[in-house]
């Protein structure tokens, strides 16, 4: 065999056993797929059992948590007679006030009175220098007594005529002529009784009364001033005992106070401070006004109250209280108690087992009034129920709790909490209370409690 076909022999043996270059490139490819393949496999096998793992210590901890008891804070839900009512904003008045004006010029003596003391009617308080209207009264008497003298003489001189005229001495003109000064005189004389009486007035001016009884207020005006009648204010005047307030309803809860109003005359009003907390005193509804402000869409109302501590303030701000009716048998909770959510108003309620252990459970409720520190329900619970009012936010359905004596922080609707023995009903509040949620229909102003 040659040199040239061995050559020949020996390619055609390559050609035969070698693959071909694209056949190579394939199978590294999917060599480098699987690998790829494999190690996103392995780390999402990874995230897999470490999410799994994750999930498990969650359930764990959340286990824990549910056997662990939650401090909480409750109270007992109450039955007991409360009232319903409807509120408003109201200024205090005085009953009656008078602002005392001189009606005698003249200079102000000394006064009779201290400012801010209680006056009777009829009571001296100030005097105006009377001697200038004693001089003009003593000349109106002098007057009347130089006519009345002179009335005399007339008369005198007109009998005397009357006799000389019936004895045909003298003429018919002269005797008229007599009887008609006569007349002048008498004239002259009623106009005299008139001058002093009119001069005797303004003395008895000289002389300032209180017209009613009433607190008397700071002085206007020190003694020894120059006053004019009728034009200088002196003091001020107002009847506090008893005293007015004047508030204001929507035009909607007119109705029902008008019909109330008819039946019992004697609608009970009460006033609270400015914080709707402390009640200050206890009146009665006097009657409405005869219009609708239509501006406001309101109406004005009074009530009255004796006041006899002294608790309302001449155009002091209050809160009334307008009760419609007394409901005997209320079932009242603790507005902290009352929480919100896609089921409308609930509570949490706190049942003990035979062993003490407590758990909660939600309860629905179907709130009647809610007004500051008590909510008054209408169905949902009983008397004796313990219900939540702090510690409301870490609560689950079945969840043990721990009644706790102390404050534990309160949740989204829970309030401050209180001390061991405090009254949950009527603890003292620092600011303002919560405005007034009514239930149900709505109302126009978020000062307003709705009735049920």
Request: aromatic letters at 6%; charged letters at 20%.
């Amino acid at each position: 065999m040659s040199i040239e076909d061995t050559q020949k022999h020996t390619l055609s043996a390559g050609t035969a056993f070698d693959p071909p270059p694209a056949r190579k490139s394939i199978l590294v490819r999917l060599v480098v797929y699987a690998i790829l393949l494999a190690a996103l496999g392995f780390m999402v096998w990874r995230i897999y059992e470490n999410q799994q793992a994750a999930k498990t210590q969650a359930n764990r901890q959340a286990a824990a948590l549910m056997s662990r008891p939650v401090p909480v804070q409750v109270a007992a839900v109450e039955e007991k007679p409360m009232p319903i009512y409807l509120t408003a904003l109201g200024t205090v008045t005085p009953y009656m006030s008078v602002t005392v004006k001189a009606r005698v010029g003249g200079e102000l003596l000394p006064v009779k009175f201290v400012e801010g003391q209680q006056v009777r009617q009829n009571e001296t308080i100030m005097n105006v220098d009377p001697r200038p209207y004693q001089a003009a009264l003593d000349q109106a008497k002098g007057t009347l007594v130089h006519d009345q003298a002179l009335l005399v003489n007339a008369e005198a001189e007109y009998r005397r005529y009357k006799a000389l005229y019936e004895a045909g001495v003298v003429s018919k003109e002269t005797l008229d002529a007599d009887e008609a000064a006569m007349g002048q005189y008498q004239g002259a004389i009623e106009s005299d009784k008139a001058a002093v009486e009119n001069a005797r007035l303004q003395l008895d001016w000289c002389t300032i009364q209180s017209p009613i009884n009433g607190k008397i207020g700071l002085r206007l005006v020190d003694p020894g001033n120059i006053i004019t009648a009728n034009t200088t204010n002196l003091v001020v005047i107002n009847q506090v005992e008893p005293i007015a307030v004047y508030f204001t309803l929507p035009e909607n809860e007119l109705p029902q106070v008008l019909r109330q109003l008819a039946t019992d005359r004697q609608m009970v009003a009460d006033a609270y401070d400015r914080g709707d907390v402390h009640k200050l005193a206890t009146g009665y509804l006097l009657a409405t006004d005869n219009q609708i402000d239509t501006t406001t869409g309101t109406a004005k109302l009074k009530a009255v109250f004796d006041n006899r501590d002294g608790e309302l303030f001449p155009n002091q701000f209050v809160n009334i209280h307008l009760i419609m009716q007394d409901r005997m048998d209320a079932l009242v909770v603790p507005s902290a108690a009352i929480q919100s959510g896609q089921q409308g108003a609930f509570v949490w309620v706190i049942e003990t087992d035979a062993s003490g252990a407590g758990k909660a459970r939600i309860q629905t409720v179907k709130v009647a009034l809610s007004e500051g520190q008590v909510t008054i329900v209408d169905s949902g619970v009983r008397s004796g129920d313990k219900v939540v009012v702090d510690g409301a936010d870490r609560l689950r359905p079945g969840q043990a709790v721990e009644i706790s004596a102390g404050p534990q922080r309160s949740g989204p609707a829970g309030g401050a909490g209180q001390t061991p023995g405090e009254n949950l009903f009527s603890a003292p509040q620092t600011g303002a209370p919560p405005a007034m949620r009514p239930m149900g229909n709505g109302h126009r102003g978020s000062d307003k409690r709705k009735m049920k």
